[in-house]
């Protein structure tokens, strides 16, 4: 049985950092595409950063490239999502995911909600002063 369980998500000011965590299980983390989405208040679900299960590069949206940083632990079967800098539009719920099928543009993350096989619980994020 999948199951992936998010933890680390809080309140942080402007600027600040926060790093998420996720425990995955029933799959085997080295041969599975997964990574993180978020849904902010009144928008859809949108992907943030992925590790490809080819290769192990890892993808960013252009909204949190050079702020955020994707890891995984293939012994654990974890990973992590650090993210610095933040701002009041990272507000979200961010989710844990398996991906199905990835879909890049170059080194950004494309792959919509429909490439989405499994989906954590969720974990929320909330940046304000």
């Known amino acids: 049985q999948v199951q992936l369980v998010e933890s680390g998500g809080g309140l942080v000011q402007p600027g600040g950092s926060l790093r998420l965590s996720c425990v995955a299980s029933?799959?085997?983390?080295?041969?599975?595409?997964i990574g993180w989405f978020r849904q902010a208040p009144g928008k859809e679900r949108e992907g943030v950063s992925c590790?490809?299960?080819?290769?192990?590069?890892?993808y960013y949206s252009e909204s949190v490239k050079g702020r955020f940083t994707i890891s995984r632990d293939t012994v654990k079967n974890t990973v992590a999502l650090q993210m610095h800098n933040l701002r009041p539009e990272d507000t979200a719920v961010y989710y844990c995911?398996?991906?199905?099928?990835?879909?890049?543009?170059?080194?950004?993350?494309?792959?919509?909600?429909?490439?989405?096989?499994?989906w954590g619980q969720g974990t929320q994020v909330t940046v304000s002063s």
């Open positions: 590790i490809s299960r080819h290769d192990g590069g890892t």
């Open positions: 995911v398996k991906i199905r099928r990835l879909e890049t543009y170059g080194s950004t993350l494309a792959s919509s909600p429909r490439d989405v096989d499994y």
């Open positions: 029933g799959f085997t983390l080295a041969d599975t595409t």
